[in-house]
């Protein structure tokens, strides 16, 4: 009886789900321009259910009866809609059609939220830069571009944002690099590997100013640097590049120590396919400098490949993996000789010639649910070695690094990012010791759109670490933001955020001597805290076929238990009569920073005729001081109370045109005079023992400078470019950190195949 019941009661409700079934929706997603179908394109049918594209571009939606509003998003390209409406059992065939974003404030970032975000929502600075950027002018290392933006200086490789960092003999890092959104820094030294960066392979750079820690935890006190690789279109793609160049002769002839001109040159190559679900990037990159210092060289090759897979049968599940690798053999300048003909002669006792690797391999998977919730787990194995002929300075580091990410879309007003982190650290070094460490993280971040034009953003982050047993803890971190339009491209923002660095373990452990200049291990070095504040407004402007954006911030930036490396006197016994050999630095944390300031910035592009014009640029103001000096010594005319190693104006500016198959363009930068630098260096007795001739160096040459880059291009055929770069074009010299004169003028020609 029982069994006949239920019979019936399942038969009834059959029935009454036939009788009330939906209708299909099929179709297809196409390039306006290409015509070409577009893979994985996110389609939301009344923001409440959803699917994405396929290989050819198509879908297919089951509805209910009714009417519908399905949405068609991707990145780069405008928002496409359509509203149909459906009867039961109605089969409706759609072709869609989905234009390119012609606006630059809808330029599609990532950085400042973890999700995709238009340029103009975004609650904090953030400076883009695309591929055309660094191949027009052959950049072969990231720092190279970054030295040309807006708000941003790199000291003898290390990154300064605003003002946020000085130089600290290369170890530790305020700013902290990203590669496809996981943390690029080296295990030991803390540092950023600048010609490691795939540049044969760049999407985009994303540039955060201001600490960024919430979401990108330590070494994000200064700001973030996102280096995005590209992933195929539907169009195979390969680019090949080939280079060389010549250095000249400097200003004053006397700093020639050559006998022929150095040269440097490289190629490299990039191929991007799909070959049905599968996404396939490869990359490569030879580059060789002879150097324009004596005992100065580089020569490395690095190659990478990265596949992803987009599964058709549980869709919205995507599988990646990428590795990146390079070889290197190099000697880099530390101390010259003297200051005059030996500026470009390295000191023999400084000279320290490497072997070394770098590798990472990342396995990630993502999974998109049809609500359009997303879930992300992102892994990387970063090993860096160097191999010195000096085995006392050898070193080698391993990071494992994992990420899990969630992302929850409630409709179009809110996202809310969460995550947790792990990383493990293993250092083997004759130069800091073995040393293992880890460090786990949790964290939190909200973004609403609580009235139509009005987004705002919060965030908070703790995360705990361990060196060697020792146990850390950062104090929760919070940021808050906000974003108004308050007209049809007018945007307001404020934000305040929270940052922290642990100390790398070069800081902490580095024991060393160079040339008479010696380094002081500090196990008992403390991490270093601080905040970031700025009120900023971004204007938007069209005119005929230009268009635009200027931006202009106010910022304000405070640092706690500030980590500095100090010149003085430290005995291994306190109770011993100090020695010579007890004078050197020692990394410290020497106190409190306060850097305000302005930054105005613009860029801008359009045609008229035949002619393109693309223009960037910016000026930026700070005012980076040390309070504690100000409060007991007030602010004398020595200027000590401004902090080491930095500017207080940089102008950065670039230009050009483009008419029928030529181009040409030009690069400026303005780099006010450098207040401080430390002590030792420009004391007469100390100065001219460690860097003979730096202290009267120091008091003629330290001065503002002013450089200018030129380069011409011509498309010969669509699918080749001949470039040249002529670098320092007025043959300026010019100093960074003490005793390190840049390079002088030189010339490169670049040829480009693209097919």
Known sequence: MMKHLFSIWLILITAGLYGQRGGIVNGRVLDTDSGEPMVAVNISADRRTGTISGEAGEFSLSLSPGTHLIEFYYVGYEVARRSIRLAAGETVALEIEMNRTSKMLDEVVVSAGKYEQKLSDVTVSLELLKPYQLSNQNITSLDMILERTSGVSILDGQPSIRGGSGFSYGVGSRVLMLVDDLPMISGDAGDIKWNYMPVENLHQVEVIKGASSVLHGSSALNGVINFRTRFPGNEPETEVTLHGGVYMKPQRRELVWWERNPLFGGVSFSHLRMIGNLELTLGGNYFKNEG???L???????????VRYRFQKVRGLTAGISANGMLLDAADFLLWQNADSGAYRQNPETWSPLTGHRYNIDPSLEYVTPEGDKHSLKTRIYSVGNSAVDTEKSSFSNIYYAEYRYLKRFGEQVNWTSGISFSRNTVIANLYENHRGSNTAAYSQLDANPLNRLKVSAGIRWEMNTLNGTLYYSIPVVRVGTNYQAGSATYLRASFGQGYRFPSVA????????GGLRIFKNPDLEPERGWSAEAGLKQGFSLGGWMGFADLALFWTEYANMIEYTFGVYPKDTTAIPTFDDVGFKALNIGTARITGAELSLNGEGRMGPLRLRVTGGYTFMNPVDPGIIREEGRGEDEAFILKYRRRHLVKADAELEAWRLFAGANVQYNSRMVNVDEVFIDPLTGNL???GFPEYWNTHATGYFLADFRLGWNIVDALRVNVILRNAF????????????PPRNFTLQVRLTF
């Open 296 to 306: 100065e060289h580089e020569q490395r090759g690095r190659g990478n490949v990265a």
């Open 731 to 742: 043959n300026r010299e010019y100093l960074g950190r003490p005793g390190d004169i840049g």
């Open 292 to 294: 324009y210092r004596e």
């Open 507 to 514: 800081e902490k452990y580095a024991s060393a001597e160079v």
């Open 690 to 692: 460690l860097q003979p």
